[in-house]
């Protein structure tokens, strides 16, 4: 994904001013979730109504066409990684978060998500690499420092 701020915003990720570094998250989230127009942002907040009522199928479903019609729409499977996450299915959220960071390497959600879906794997040394990763673009994210000793402390 490129943008013409993208280089300024991932920088301000790594400032020490707070309010700054939230100022770039929150305008990150927001490029990636319009990546596809008001019609893309209006499908991604369907789905997240959806799934929040419940009806996981029916989130999947809109999820899974708007994939097959955007393949590039990283958020779209971005927010079909966290629907299978939220299932407990954590082998396809990983799949799906790999999909998101080959779109977009900068995506630090996806980062995180595929962290987290490792470590319910019990793959530990993954879970770290990928935790790291998100760390690279956001060093101030304090939970992945947290899940990377948590993680650490858990290998054999």
């Known amino acids: ?7 300024q915003l991932l ?11 939230d100022a770039a998250t929150s305008k990150l989230w927001r490029l990636w ?16 109504l959806l799934m ?14 708007t994939i097959e019609t955007y393949p590039d729409f990283a ?13 407990g299915d954590y082998h396809q959220s990983k799949e799906d978060c790999l ?3 080959v779109l977009n390497p900068y995506h630090f959600g996806a980062w995180h998500g595929l962290g987290l879906c490792e470590a319910n794997l019990g793959h530990y040394p993954e879970a770290i690499r990928a935790f790291r990763e998100a760390l690279d673009i956001q ?7 947290r899940l990377i000793l948590e993680c650490t402390a858990l290998l054999d």
């Open 1 to 7: 994904m490129n943008h013409p701020e993208l280089g």
């Open 11 to 21: 920088d301000s990720l790594k400032q020490e001013n707070e309010s700054l570094r």
């Open 33 to 48: 979730f319009e990546q596809k127009g008001e019609l893309g942002l209006e499908i991604l907040k369907r789905a997240q």
């Open 52 to 65: 929040e009522s419940g009806d996981m199928a029916k989130a999947e479903e809109m999820l899974t066409q």
């Open 75 to 87: 958020e779209a499977w971005n927010r079909r990684a966290v629907l299978y996450y939220m299932q």
């Open 99 to 101: 999909k998101v960071v």
């Open 139 to 145: 060093p101030h994210a304090l939970v992945n420092q």
